[in-house]
């Protein structure tokens, strides 16, 4: 664990040192909030049960790709783009897969781009490269997300089908929101750059 957790401090650090560049460079933050988290050994335990794995280490290693996670938020859907862009300028981080939830969002309506990463870490005197899943998503889809986490994760009681697909709706109307404000910042930078 200490290992993961040291990949998860080297990814928020090299985040956070974007988050600082891209506001001095575009002169506004796109990059809301860095946020990290490394999974609990039950919760790594209950994941590798749900997907039938064998309880072992490498299996661990191997398959479970979010032990170390860290999450960006941002305040427009198009600062994604830019992000994933800059991100594959750093040359000590490698990633080896793309999930673009934003194109084709969950079933459950969550929106959003993730990114595992290999992210090297150095133990005992060697460099090692650790997973990471990187999370970047808007304002909008990470006040849902959290929403519908503890509504359908946290709770003893089950989400009825129903409240489901209530939360479902909800994601495609802020989902809506997000492309509709991207387009009302975009407006105003064209007409910035007239007044110029």
């Not at 040359?91 to 939830?101: F, H, L, R, S």
């Not at 006040?143 to 089908?161: D, G």
């Amino acid at each position: 664990m200490e290992i993961y957790g040291e990949a998860c401090n080297n990814l928020e650090k090299i985040m956070k040192s974007l988050q600082r560049e891209t506001k001095e460079k575009y002169g506004y933050d796109m990059i809301n909030t860095v946020t990290s988290r490394i999974k609990t050994p039950q919760s790594i335990l209950n994941k590798m049960q749900r997907k039938k794995y064998a309880l072992n280490y490498k299996n661990m290693i191997d398959s479970i790709n979010d032990i170390a996670g860290v999450r960006v938020v941002c305040p427009l859907k198009s600062d994604i783009k830019k992000i994933k862009r800059l991100l594959k300028e750093i040359p000590d981080i490698d990633i080896i897969e793309e999930k673009d939830y934003i194109r084709k969002p969950k079933k459950s309506g969550y929106s959003g781009y993730h990114l595992i990463m290999e992210i090297p870490v150095n133990y005992k005197e060697h460099d090692i490269l650790v997973k990471v899943e990187l999370q970047i998503r808007t304002m909008a889809m990470d006040f849902w997300a959290t929403v519908e986490h503890k509504a359908r994760y946290k709770t003893k009681n089950k989400l009825s089908f129903f409240d489901s697909k209530k939360l479902s709706l909800y994601a495609k109307i802020l989902n809506l929101m997000d492309n509709k404000i991207v387009k009302i910042y975009q407006k105003q930078q064209k007409n910035l750059l007239k007044n110029i």
